[in-house]
């Protein structure tokens, strides 16, 4: 691989040359072919350098899910410029503090209003930005340049950690953290989740780097209208969280399937076996199972057969991926018993750039530990048991949130469970399920069910219905306020 073609991205020039009137970006109001996208991106660079924005600096972006968010991350690409995303549903406050963990002294908007109150000054992409002459750029960046500032994937709060990936461990999670996931030159991906998200845009960028197309229509005003564009353009994949996949099985025949044929790649939070076997029968049969984190990229992907032989796993590890399950010594675990999980991969970051004391996400000695639990069953798949830290030690008894939810989530009656431990004066911790009811359940009914899967032991001890379950924005279940809501009503109780 040459320098030109090392950098994430550089497989659109190719593109633009070999099939320049192919669609790389559909929407309802047009089409951009390569060529166009090629020039586009050029463009952009060309004003971004004329901003006074230089490779290395890191440039913060405010996106959501517009082509030109799309073009205006690839010419940050171009240039060597890593990018740490924003939305304008961030808090001002974790706004400013992500703006000064990068540090940035600047932020572009790729078409998303600016929200009063930045640390920093911002500027705002126009059209002209996209036909400007590109004159001369500079060299692209070779594959140890920084390419993006990510998030790490804990949903615990607090102070934001961050990592810089390279434009090597860019392009290596596409061919080979992908290698279990068909991509080429006649795929179009619908884009569902905003680029501001590591899982939004990755989607979409690795469909215009396989010569293939990206969808853009956000935001959907309903199932239906999700339903449509799918359709009417010919989508062939997309990238789905469980919240997204469950309003799918809501609108889903009984008899059939609801999108047939659409290879989905599940992600961003867990789903219960008995959810992938019913997305599985009326949703797609083309399920896949994605495993990573933002800061290392993919690490494990079960396929739809693996899926449908065991849909308690997350598959096997990807091409040159090491995996090891670690007690807390960091000694190997016996087959099938549940610890701490590890993973090397090729060109993986070597730290946070900010780390905060006694997160279970680390990396050390070669190793990341995402801070989930988990374990390696007979036929080689990994089975998730959740994070760490949400392990409940309840009268001395280990129990991992995961089992009480999958449990839960196998009644009828559960549309949503959670599973969390709640400070008991007897117990130490106790665990409490909150519940989302689809048709009407008594908490002795959800108990006894519990019991008679887990035994009295592994149960929860009392059940709580709630009409919604608070979600972070990627759509996961934020214990967090979840924890602080179940303990306010037991103090109010």
Same mark, same amino acid.
């Given at each position: 691989m040459t320098v030109a073609q090392a950098w994430f991205g550089a497989a659109i020039a190719g593109h633009a040359d070999r099939q320049p009137a192919a669609p790389a970006i559909l929407r309802d109001d047009g089409t951009l072919t390569f060529a166009q996208a090629d020039r586009a991106i050029e463009g952009i660079a060309a004003t971004l350098l004329r901003h006074g924005i230089r490779p290395g600096r890191p440039l913060v972006l405010l996106l959501g899910a517009r082509t030109d968010d799309l073009l205006l991350l690839f010419a940050c690409h171009r240039l060597g410029v890593p990018v740490l995303a924003i939305s304008a549903q961030d808090p001002? !406050? @974790?706004?400013?503090?992500?703006i000064a963990a990068a540090p940035a002294d600047l932020v572009v908007s790729g078409g998303t209003p600016v929200p009063p109150g930045l640390a920093v000054p911002s500027v705002t992409l126009d059209r002209d930005w996209l036909a400007a002459d590109p004159g001369r750029l500079p060299p692209p960046p070779d594959a140890a340049a920084p390419c993006y500032l990510v998030r790490s994937s804990g949903t615990t709060g607090g102070v934001p950690k961050l990592v810089m990936t390279s434009h090597g461990q860019e392009v290596a999670d596409l061919d080979i953290g992908?290698?279990?996931? !068909? @991509?080429?030159?006649?795929?179009?991906y619908l884009a569902v989740v905003g680029f501001q998200f590591a899982f939004g845009r990755g989607g979409a960028q690795r469909a215009m780097m396989r010569g293939g197309a990206a969808i853009l229509a956000l935001p959907f005003r309903s199932m239906g209208d999700l339903l449509s564009v799918a359709r009417r353009h010919r989508a062939t994949w997309s990238q789905l969280t469980p919240t997204h996949l469950r309003h799918l099985l809501a609108a889903a025949p009984e008899d059939g399937q609801l999108l047939p044929g659409l290879r989905i790649l599940a992600g961003a939070g867990p789903l219960a076996p008995a959810e992938r076997r019913a997305i599985l029968s009326r949703v797609s049969s083309e399920l896949y199972i994605d495993y990573g984190t933002n800061e290392v990229g993919c690490l494990a992907m079960a396929t739809p057969d693996e899926v449908q032989r065991n849909p308690e796993g997350v598959g096997r590890p990807v091409a040159g991926m090491e995996m090891e399950v670690v007690d807390e010594q960091d000694r190997l675990c016996p087959p099938a018993t549940i610890g701490t999980l590890r993973f090397r991969g090729p060109l993986f970051p070597h730290d946070y750039?900010?780390?905060?004391?006694?997160?279970?996400?680390?990396?050390?000695?070669g190793w990341f530990y995402p801070g989930d639990a988990g374990l390696i069953g007979e036929d080689g798949q990994l089975v998730l048991k959740g994070r760490v830290d949400d392990l409940?030690?309840?009268?001395g008894t280990k129990i991992y949130p995961a089992d009480v939810e999958d449990c839960l989530a196998s009644h009828p009656a559960v549309s949503e469970v959670a599973a969390v431990g709640i400070p008991d004066r007897v117990r130490g911790m106790a665990v409490i399920a909150a519940v989302v009811l689809r048709s009407p359940a008594s908490s002795q009914d959800l108990l006894a069910h519990c019991h008679a899967i887990l035994g009295p032991a592994q149960s929860p001890v009392r059940m709580v219905a709630l009409d919604g379950m608070p979600h972070n924005e990627m759509g996961k279940i934020d214990r967090v306020a979840l924890r602080r809501l179940l303990a306010d009503r037991a103090a109010g109780a």
């Open positions: 001002l !406050p @974790l706004a400013n503090a992500l992908w290698s279990r996931f !068909p @991509l080429g030159a006649e795929d179009r750039q900010n780390t905060v004391p006694g997160a279970s996400s680390r990396f050390a000695d409940i030690v309840m009268g």
